[in-house]
């Protein structure tokens, strides 16, 4: 797929929004890809952390708005703790998803949650769960 | 009435953009005391020379201001040229309308600069008029250099001094000199065995007629200035008579107690009696008296026994001998960040991760296995090795943002030795970019990849650990799409981060000179005075600057060197006249310049009468030590110092003038 | 001594062996946790926006009243710790933030709590080497496999419970407990987190991955200090057994259920019966 780079996308307003919501500084990732190393879930991702932040570092939100990534991080912060330039992907995921879960597009329906599970599992699953994937 | 010519340069447009330079020149010209004025696009220029002198003597001035760019730019152009004109050059000054005018405001109308290049050259105007003629004084320099580090960048130093007819006194604090490159195996670019170019340069500078090596000792202490340092430096016992040992070793042959060896950073034991390595210059033991029983307990003593011409002496004790010396050159070297510091790559613990420098002893034909590869847990050959770059260089959260620079060399020069020792071998080289600026460098790092086989990978490696006696490394490979990558390998390792040497910033600070964030020396100038530092007569060498390989060390040192033979080219040494002077009438002793003065140039002298009792106190300058920086001045509360060139009168006019 | 203590949602519901084992062992070791007399969630997860700081509120409104309680509060739950300690940090180290919270904030927070996990407690109030006197059941030679997980360790420089690379301070209290600890690569891996609510085939994956990573070492029992873990890989291990005969379970206990134990509770006490994976046949077995 061919990626056409301009300033105004590299540049873009929803780059800052992601920029502001994470509190990260794009730039300052130099692509080492360490986080995407470690990460215990990359092998599941579409996208994993590193190349998710080089797609973000060339402004093309759209190809990776639509990817796993996101949603399957666990906020564990492997990436973040052995990051060289103290970058968190964790914080640039989670401002991926608030770009969802803001405009109200939740990723997961509680009603078709498995009961039995809500009853027997810990709170503090649901809870998390629910900040990352429900409005 | 004084005859004050006035030269206001455009610098091309760099002034004239925002000063009316003509206006400067025509207001001035109306000022007491102003015979000549003119405005000229480049003052620096031949012709602009040429004219300044011409101006001089056709109109006969008695003092004259260039307003022009910084003092620090071309102070120097101006005086000189005012000599030449039959002017006492300290009746020559510039004021500074670039820097600090025309460079700052960016009104185009002129008005504003305008009017401050008026206002700073009427300040320099009233400040001229009180000008008096200085001379130039000079100093005598003692044409000795002191050396301090006998790594590669130190002994090159050291020869090149030497030969060029001056003597050198070179310490080094281990046993030995050689450094780092001592431990080397071969070297890229040309892969010629490090030994075999060195020790021709350890022994050429042993033998030497002007070098006197002075190992296992420091430097405790710097007095003195340019030309002029006295240097106390401590050795420390080595337990052995360097007089009457011949190096026959029979000592450490015999002595039965052992020790980590630090050359060999672990890899191997000497004895408590030793030479680091068995090329070491000079090749005399000493004892490492805190393990050595004989020492501690009274106990064993065998060496004493068996050497031959009685060398051994278990009573000696450090000295401190004095050297005075007219230059001093540092060239203390760099040591590697400790494997200790990498959590995720098993803190040093996991046997068979090593640092480069312990794989170079592993691939040296002196080392501990006679240069076969072998793994430090149990002997055996690997069968595959997975190098790790970028081992905490470019990592700001283990604190240090820049590039070690020869790590991509070396690493790529270690598979080429694994290849060539251990044919089935198979390497794994994981790195960020590679960085092979050097002639013949990236023709280097291709050939280990295209003819030795070397696997890179670019990313980095998140993890290393142990699993079934295996080093699992587990990293990425951002080429292939970001791909999580698990190698099994057999051993590790780490291009860890070249460092600077512990303690190396309270070094500094007895020498006098800067470092920067990262504890590396600073260059006066990083372009133009690359080997100088601040405190003049003191030179910088080698990785004690920051990574540098062996060609730019060695060249370091023979610049290094070049400047220390300028500065013993001649017998004295022209000194700047702006000293600071007591005036002995109002002096009361109270010392508070001598606390003051940063350079140690004040002291307290006695005045006697004929029968030789003491009348008075006072404070005199030493105008070898003086730097005028005039502290002392503004320490002194009876207001009896004046520095030269800068007396209380001049600034006051030129202040009352704004 | 009285310690206020923050139990959290899960320890009072689901975790309970946890949060009784705990409280027992602590009053043979001559300390009592009190709980807080009022307290609420701590969100279950410290907020990773920067621009929203209502997700500080509710970890916030925790502190406040334990502060009113008194200045130190101690936790069990990893991931209140973890919630708690990095609040109390970004409180303190944006003293705006700390002052726009504190609008919101029916009772006043100034940032001077101290939050100590109750591991802290034994390691360093009360000493590893006065739990091992108060021992009365050695487990000897039990073979256990420290699981740290990430809420207790990460990020490193803001928890600072021990060295987030290489902690030890389990395997510490394991071995005063009498155990042989275990070490095993993956210790500090996660587990899969809230993936329990729906992607329950990448927690198995994980959760399998850190179980297999303690066997293979040698661990015959792993035990936690977060019921999140604790679940996931208690729960995890029917489907790994189901698809890998090979998979041999392991009882996956919380730390202070073998604390207890030693401590001379009894195993109905400590709830052992509870926990999926019976780990009282090894017991047995062992003699302990
Ligand atoms: C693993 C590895 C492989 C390398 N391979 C190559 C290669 O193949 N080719 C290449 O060109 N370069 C290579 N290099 C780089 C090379 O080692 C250095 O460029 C060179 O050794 C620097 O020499 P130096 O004199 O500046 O410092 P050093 O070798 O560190 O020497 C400094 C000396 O000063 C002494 N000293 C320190 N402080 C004091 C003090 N206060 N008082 C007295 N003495 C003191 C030290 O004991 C030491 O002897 C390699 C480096 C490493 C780490
Ligand atoms: S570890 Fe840090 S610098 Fe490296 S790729 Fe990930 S975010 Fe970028
Ligand atoms: S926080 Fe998310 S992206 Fe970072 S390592 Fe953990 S799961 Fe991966
Ligand atoms: S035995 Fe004596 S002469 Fe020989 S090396 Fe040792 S000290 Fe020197
Ligand atoms: S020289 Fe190469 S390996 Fe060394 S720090 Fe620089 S880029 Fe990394």
Redesign the pocket.
């Known amino acids: 797929m061919k990626i056409t780079l301009s300033k105004d996308k590299i540049e873009s307003e929803g780059i800052a929004l992601i920029e502001r919501i994470s509190g990260e500084d794009l730039k300052q990732c130099y692509q080492c890809g360490n986080c995407s190393g470690g990460c215990p879930v990359s092998l599941e991702m579409e996208i994993t952390p590193s190349q998710m932040i080089r797609q973000l570092q060339l402004g093309n939100i759209e190809g990776v708005e639509e990817a796993n990534t996101m949603w399957l991080c666990l906020g564990c912060q492997q990436c973040y703790s052995r990051c060289p330039k103290s970058v968190s992907a964790a914080k640039i995921l989670e401002a991926l998803r608030q770009l969802h879960l803001r405009k109200g597009e939740d990723h997961a329906e509680i009603a078709e949650m498995d009961m039995p599970l809500l009853k027997r599992g810990p709170q503090q699953a649901m809870v998390s769960a629910f900040r990352k994937f429900v409005s | 009435m004084p005859r004050i010519g006035v030269f206001v340069c455009q610098c091309g447009n760099n002034i004239e953009s925002t000063v009316d330079t003509q206006k400067v020149a025509d207001e001035l010209k109306e000022m007491p005391g102003v015979a000549y004025t003119c405005s000229y696009k480049f003052m620096c220029s031949s012709p602009g020379q040429e004219m300044f002198k011409n101006a001089i003597k056709d109109n006969d001035l008695d003092g004259v201001i260039v307003s022009a760019c910084s003092p620090h730019m071309h102070e120097k152009t101006f005086r000189k040229a005012s000599e030449a004109a039959g002017l006492n050059p300290y009746k020559c000054e510039v004021a500074n309308i670039r820097e600090q005018c025309s460079w700052v405001h960016h009104d185009e109308t002129k008005k504003v600069g305008t009017v401050k290049s008026l206002d700073l050259t009427r300040m320099m105007l009233e400040r001229l008029k009180r000008n008096k003629p200085l001379k130039a004084t000079s100093i005598p320099v003692t044409k000795k250099a002191l050396v301090i580090g006998g790594g590669i960048s130190g002994i090159q130093a050291a020869l090149d001094i030497a030969d060029g007819g001056v003597e050198v006194v070179l310490v080094e604090r281990e046993p030995s000199i050689g450094g780092n490159m001592a431990r080397l195996s071969e070297t890229f670019p040309t892969m010629d065995c490090s030994q075999c170019i060195l020790t021709p340069k350890m022994v050429e500078a042993d033998l030497h007629e002007n070098i006197k090596i002075l190992t296992y000792a420091e430097v405790e202490k710097v007095d003195g200035y340019i030309g002029n340092f006295t240097i106390t430096i401590n050795k420390k016992a080595k337990y052995v008579d360097e007089s009457t040992c011949t190096g026959c070793g029979e000592c450490w042959e015999k002595c039965p107690f052992k020790a980590d060896s630090e050359f060999e950073l672990g890899l191997n034991k000497r004895k408590v009696i030793y030479t680091p390595f068995p090329q070491s210059v000079p090749n005399i033991p000493v004892i490492d008296a805190p393990k050595c029983p004989k020492i501690q307990k009274d106990k064993c003593g065998l060496c004493a026994k068996v050497c031959g011409p009685g060398s051994i002496d278990f009573t000696q004790k450090d000295e401190i001998v004095t050297e005075h010396v007219g230059a001093i050159i540092v060239a203390t070297g760099f040591e590697l960040m400790p494997n200790e510091h990498f959590g995720e790559y098993g803190y040093g613990k996991i046997k068979d991760v090593v640092s480069g420098l312990q794989f170079e002893r592993l691939a040296s034909s002196s080392g501990p296995t006679g240069g076969k590869i072998e793994r430090p847990s149990d002997g055996k050959t690997p069968e595959s090795i997975v190098f790790i770059?970028?081992?905490g260089?470019?990592d700001e959260a283990k604190g240090v943002s820049?590039?070690?620079?020869?790590?991509?060399?070396y690493?790529a020069k270690h598979t080429m030795l694994y290849k060539h020792k251990v044919h089935e071998g198979k390497s794994y080289v994981f790195?960020?970019?590679?960085?092979a600026g050097g002639k013949r460098y990236e023709e280097f790092v291709r050939k280990a990849i295209e003819d030795d086989g070397a696997m890179y990978l670019r990313g980095r490696v998140s993890r290393v650990y142990e699993k079934n006696g295996k080093i699992m490394v587990q990293g990425v490979d951002t080429l292939s799409n970001g791909q999580q990558v698990e190698i099994e390998a057999d051993m590790v390792v780490l291009?860890t981060?070249?460092i600077s040497r512990k303690g190396a910033d309270s070094f500094a600070q007895k020498l006098g000179i800067g470092y920067d964030k990262d504890k590396f020396y600073s260059e006066y100038h990083p372009k133009l005075k690359p080997v100088e530092t601040v405190t003049a007569g003191i030179y910088l060498s080698g990785t004690c600057v920051g990574?540098m390989d062996i060609p730019e060390s060695v060249s370091m040192g023979s610049a290094a060197a070049s400047k220390a033979l300028g500065l013993f080219s001649s017998d004295k040494m022209a000194r700047e006249p702006i000293t600071a002077d007591v005036n002995k009438t109002t002096c009361n002793a109270c010392w508070d310049c001598v606390t003051a003065c940063p350079y140690t140039a004040i002291a307290k002298t006695e005045v006697k009468d004929r029968e030789g009792n003491i009348v008075q106190m006072l404070a005199e300058v030493n105008v070898g030590l003086c730097q005028g920086c005039g502290v002392c001045v503004a320490a002194c509360r009876s207001k009896s110092i004046d520095l030269a060139g800068y007396t209380d009168e001049q600034v006051y006019a030129a202040i009352n003038a704004f | 001594m009285k310690i206020p203590y923050y139990p959290g949602c899960t320890l009072n519901t689901v975790a309970k062996p946890f949060d009784e084992s705990a409280k027992a062992s602590a009053i043979t070791l001559g300390f009592e946790l009190e709980e807080l007399s009022e307290w609420n969630c701590c969100g279950a997860g410290f907020p990773l926006t920067n621009d929203n700081i209502m997700g500080l509120a509710a970890p916030t409104k925790v502190l406040a009243n334990a502060r009113a309680a008194g200045e130190t509060v101690t936790t069990l739950c990893s991931v209140c710790y973890n919630v708690l300690k990095r609040t109390n940090k970004a409180l303190n180290d944006d003293k705006e933030r700390k002052a726009t919270i504190n609008e919101f904030m029916e009772l006043e927070y100034d940032g001077s709590l101290n939050i100590v996990h109750y591991l802290e407690i034994l390691r360093d109030t009360v000493g590893f080497d006065k739990v091992k006197e108060a021992v009365k059941r050695p487990l000897t030679g039990i073979k256990v496999g420290a699981y740290y997980g990430c809420m207790l360790l990460r990020p490193g420089g803001e928890v600072g419970i021990d060295n987030a690379e290489a902690p030890t301070i389990i395997e510490d209290l394991l071995s005063a407990l009498g155990c042989e600890p275990v070490d095993f690569p993956d210790k500090i891996e996660c587990c899969g987190a809230h993936l329990a609510m729906g992607k329950t085939d990448v927690v198995e994956r994980l959760s399998g991955k850190i179980m297999t990573s303690a066997i293979e070492s040698g661990a015959e029992v792993i035990v936690t200090s977060c019921p999140l873990c604790q679940y996931n890989l208690d729960k995890s291990q029917e489907k790994i057994k189901s698809s890998d005969a090979g998979f041999k379970t392991v009882p996956v206990v919380y730390f202070t259920q073998l604390l207890g134990l030693a401590l001379g509770q009894s195993e109905d006490e400590t709830s052992l019966k509870d926990n999926q994976w019976d780990i009282r046949p090894l017991l047995a077995e062992r003699g302990v």
Do not use: F, H, V
């Open positions: 770059q970028c081992a260089s470019r820049y590039c070690s620079k020869i790590c991509c060399m690493t790195y960020m970019d590679i960085r291009a981060a070249l990574p």
